[in-house]
């Protein structure tokens, strides 16, 4: 077991002693392979994580987004035609058709302009392609892909911070949802749409959401109990 | 390498600013004609300035050698300013290329401190037709969150009064530069401190927003620039983008800018003055701000958010009503239990000494 887990490292740093089970380390974002047996070489500073048994991934500010198959993304369309041009923080605008929506044809398309949201999931990213989108799943089912409406807003916020709200027993969204109401999609990509009946809830709700992405997750806990029942 | 693209203003974010402006808010808070917060920090160097206001930050450093005059004026030194727009302000930027931001924000600035004669160029004369002093000033933009002008011209004034040159003494033929050790060095003498000043103006002009984020530039209709000094004198005046605006607005809001100016060139004095005292005292503590950090109040904002919620207050104050049934004792140092009573007068629950023992024991 390395002794910093849970310290920060820097880039160039090199993490010694890791577990190997079955000839295998599980390593995230942040580490690089090490030509000695059992160490990893830091790429990004931030926080070392560990989760039993092998995964290790370092955490901190990131806010560029690099395409990974499967994400769920919020992505701004930059041109439209029949294949969409969408910006999704990545240094690849990524391609959507507009085939592929629920109900799609060739006659009947959606009708998205430049600057319009989308939140689509990733169907390839590859390092030397362009990364394609899709708005439905494996059964052509819209769920809850698609278009955005227009009246939320668009947020951008830290990678790290979107994994920490998508946490399943993270509480701050349930702790909002007792007093708002309101819609949010999260992008793996760090772009988040909220969408509330009034302005000043999405402006609240903005604001709540930005102050908790300074915070440790252990503040927020503590907060949000405060608010749940 | 993949290039980078400006980042696209999707329409819900202009919907909801317009939206909001319509409630007299701005997303930050702010009032209509109020400004991000103002510091002003300087380096170990003669002439090195950082300027933040609010996450757009700047960093100015003014050099200077020895020239040829230009032909056209032969007893004036020369003032270059170099606005310099690298991938680290936003992603982009890109360095070595003239991108028409940097030649729009050179000249405005050249037009706001140059051409209204604020430098005495006269003195930077060493000798008339052979020798006189260039100073060049480079401002660096290191994060772009919105009115990179203002924060560009503070930086460029205040490096600019915070700037000594070394003496220079000439004795027939030679001119001897001497260096700082050897003798004092000499402010560059400053007439006028003009500012720039930025408006983003929205709905035709009816609408008029001081010190305009990043977002509120990309939404507004129209920017309207105004270079004045403390003494209430226009310098420039720039109205950038398409927007029909009253004469009327317009003096309104330079009487505000007017008012705006005189502050921060007050805040620029007294920066420059704490600066010259520090010396003295032989303290050179480059760039103060980076070591008084300020603190974030995150979580009393999430609070403040999160709070106000009737339900909860209900619940709260039914759970303190318990609590008064309960007797709370004392169990060693820092520590006590809740007893609760129980309906027939008995207590089940006895404070337990393990605690005590633990604590003696540690």
Redesign the interface.
Same mark, same amino acid.
């Given at each position: 077991m390395p002794e910093n887990i849970g310290e920060f490292v820097f880039p160039g740093d090199v993490v010694r002693d890791l577990k190997v089970v079955n000839g295998v380390i599980l390593r995230g974002p942040g580490l690089h392979s090490h030509e000695e047996p059992n160490c990893l070489l830091v790429t990004r500073a931030g926080k070392l994580c560990f989760k039993p048994p092998n995964v290790y991934w370092v955490e901190g500010h990131f806010k560029r987004y690099y395409p990974k198959k499967g994400d769920l993304v919020v992505g701004?369309i930059?041109k439209s035609g029949n294949v969409c041009k969408v #910006?999704i923080g990545s240094?690849?605008v990524a391609s959507l058709s507009l085939l592929s929506f629920e109900g799609a044809t060739k006659k009947q398309k959606p009708d998205l302009?430049?600057? #319009?949201?989308v939140y689509a999931k990733l169907l390839s990213a590859h390092r030397e392609m362009e990364p394609e989108l899709v708005c439905v799943d494996s059964y052509y089912k819209a769920g809850k892909l698609g278009p955005?409406?227009?009246?939320?807003?668009?947020m951008n916020v830290s990678l790290n911070f979107v994994n920490r709200i998508l946490d399943v027993n993270s509480l701050l969204l349930r702790? &909002?949802g007792?007093?708002y109401v309101f819609e949010i999609a999260v992008g793996m990509n760090g772009k988040v749409?909220i969408n509330g009946q009034r302005?000043?809830d999405?402006?609240?709700?903005?604001?709540?959401l &930005?102050?908790?992405?300074?915070?440790s997750n252990s503040?927020?806990v503590n907060?949000?109990r405060?608010?749940l029942? | 390498m993949a290039k980078f693209r400006e980042n696209l203003i999707t329409n819900c974010e202009k919907k909801f600013i317009i939206k909001n402006l319509e409630d007299h808010t701005r997303l930050d808070g702010r009032a209509f004609d109020e400004f991000r917060e103002l510091s002003i920090d300087f380096g170990r160097d003669w002439g090195c300035c950082y300027v933040s206001l609010g996450k757009t930050r700047v960093l100015a450093q003014v050099s200077c050698e020895i020239q040829r005059p230009k032909s056209s004026r032969l007893s004036e030194g020369i003032l270059s300013i170099n606005v310099e727009l690298n991938p680290l302000g936003a992603s982009h930027f890109e360095s070595g290329r003239n991108s028409e931001l940097q030649v729009v924000m050179n000249r405005i600035l050249e037009k706001c401190v140059k051409d209204s004669r604020a430098v005495d160029m006269e003195s930077l004369c060493i000798k008339i037709n052979e020798k006189v002093w260039a100073f060049r000033v480079d401002i660096n933009i290191l994060n772009h969150e919105g009115n990179l002008l203002d924060c560009a011209s503070i930086a460029l004034l205040a490096a600019l009064a915070h700037f000594r040159r070394p003496d220079v003494s000439c004795d027939g033929e030679e001119t001897i530069v001497h260096s700082y050790a050897e003798r004092d060095a000499i402010r560059t003498v400053i007439h006028h401190y003009p500012v720039c000043i930025t408006y983003a103006l929205f709905k035709e002009g009816t609408v008029v927003l001081a010190d305009p984020t990043l977002l509120e530039e990309g939404v507004a209709d129209a920017s309207l620039i105004l270079g004045i000094n403390s003494y209430k004198e226009v310098c420039t005046l720039h109205l950038g983008g398409k927007a029909l605006m009253d004469p009327e607005n317009i003096l309104k809001c330079t009487s505000k800018a007017a008012h705006r100016a005189s502050l921060l060139v007050t805040e620029i004095k007294t920066v420059l003055k704490q600066d010259d005292e520090r010396r003295v005292q032989g303290q050179i503590n480059s760039f103060q701000s980076f070591k008084h950090a300020q603190g974030t109040k995150s979580l009393d904002t999430l609070t403040k958010y999160l709070d106000q919620w009737s339900v909860q207050k209900r619940k709260r104050d039914s759970k303190r009503k318990n609590t008064e049934n309960g007797t709370v004792q004392p169990l060693g140092k820092g520590s006590a239990v809740l007893l609760p009573v129980e309906d027939d007068g008995a207590k089940s629950w006895k404070p337990s000494s393990d605690e005590n023992e633990s604590d003696s024991c540690s």
């Open positions: 701004i930059k #910006d240094s690849e302009q430049v600057g #319009d949201v955005l409406s227009n009246d939320g807003f668009v702790a &909002l007792q007093k749409w302005t000043i999405v402006l609240n709700l903005m604001n709540a &930005l102050a908790a992405e300074r915070e503040n927020i907060v949000c405060r608010y029942t | -």
